[in-house]
């Protein structure tokens, strides 16, 4: 991020409008493009996505099909809003040296989209904070757009990423902000689950004991950004490990109807066992979620195993460039796993009712 870069952001519509953390996370994914004159400077997307085009210095001919030629100045009005590249545009040209600054549509629009949402009157007044909370030390919307929960790498890839926008906003007003404090128990294993957990500020230990006597071990450490709680409100099971406060921090917490309603039921994917071959004849790789033993016993062939209460330790072996199908024995696991699998990026889905008496 560059003060020059948050200048020209600054300056250009709809970005000005944006919150000053959106702003600095987009300073860092976009550069501004030098193109010599003569050239035509909207030919040049090497990435073939669709972009928001701005014009920050120079002049460029556009040429349209039913209006002629137009003169657009880097320093004019006009260039404070990208470029009309609609199919009435047939060619353009820069009549001098010119800078652009080139935006991903889709980038800009997740980012509009959650801004103007945090800011919607009517979901703040209905926000919920933890009884007790007479007056909170950050209003909803600083939360809200707080770029290390909700940055825009987690809803371009992840959980947020697949929530309808109806369920963005129902998921703003039912969310419970909560103050916690060094080794305050947040989740204890073998509870019955009950809320899914963003990570504000702070830092959170998670263990977990393998048997009734046996001595808890430090499995993971969370941090800002971070979520959890998932897997026994997916699976519908109790939970599987301990986690502890290790600092004072903030988190905010959806309860388990919501979370199911929200985001479960909209990200999850159920697929054939048929439909399920036929991707993986494409190149998805199956994931078994279950146990070591019991992916030994028997497993899908060509099959991984991530053992559920592994999967978030190695997801970091995996390809991102890849489709992941998950299964086990129910689907209970599997969905679980998919879910965190979707909720670090990957592409995933969930084999519907699980292996069960299919026999492969």
């Given amino acids: 991020m560059t003060t020059a870069a948050l200048t020209i952001l600054n300056t250009i519509e709809p970005i000005a ?10 300073a860092k994914l976009c550069f501004v493009e030098k193109v010599s004159k003569g050239v035509n400077p909207l030919r040049m997307n090497v990435t073939h996505a669709k972009q928001a085009v701005y014009l920050i210095k ?19 009005p006009a260039a404070k809003h990208p470029i009309n590249c609609d199919g009435n545009l047939v060619d353009s040209i820069a009549l001098t040296d010119v800078e652009i600054l080139r935006i991903d549509n889709d980038l800009l629009d997740i980012m509009m989209t959650w801004d103007q949402l945090s800011t919607d009157e009517e979901a703040l007044k209905n926000l919920r904070y933890k009884s007790g909370d007479k007056k909170p030390n950050r209003t909803p919307v600083e939360w809200m757009r707080d770029t290390s929960v909700f940055s825009v790498e987690k809803l371009q890839s992840g959980v947020f990423s697949k929530v309808p926008v109806a369920n963005i906003e129902a998921m703003f007003q039912r969310m419970e902000r909560i ?20 990570v504000e500020h702070g830092s959170l230990l998670v263990s977990r004991a393998d048997g009734v006597n046996a001595p808890s071990v430090l499995v993971a450490e969370l941090k800002a950004g971070d979520a959890f ?13 301990t986690v502890t406060m290790k600092t004072d921090g903030q988190l905010l917490r959806l309860n388990k109807h919501d979370f199911v309603v929200l985001l479960k039921a909209p990200m999850l994917m159920q697929v054939s066992m048929a439909d399920a071959k036929a991707q993986v ?6 994931v078994d979620a279950r146990l070591p033993s019991e992916y030994q016993y028997e497993h899908i062939e060509g099959a991984i195993n991530l053992p559920l ?4 330790q190695l997801t970091s072996t995996l390809d991102r460039s890849k489709a992941y199908l998950v299964y086990c024995q129910t689907g209970r696991r599997s969905s679980a796993a998919a879910f965190i699998l979707i909720q670090n990026g990957f592409d995933a889905a969930v084999l519907d009712g699980g292996t069960g008496q299919k026999r492969l």
């Fill in 17 to 26: 409008k944006l919150s000053d953390g959106r702003k600095q996370e987009l």
């Fill in 58 to 76: 120079g002049d460029l001919e556009l040429k349209f099909a039913k209006n002629g030629k137009v003169l657009l100045r880097g320093e004019g």
């Fill in 179 to 198: 103050s916690t404090v060094a080794d305050q128990v947040i989740i204890q294993q073998g509870a019955v689950g009950d809320y899914y957990y963003l």
């Fill in 229 to 241: 709680g998932e897997e026994a409100l997916v699976s519908d099971n109790k939970r599987n490990a």
């Fill in 281 to 286: 004849a494409s190149g998805a790789i199956w």
């Fill in 309 to 312: 209460n592994e999967i978030r």
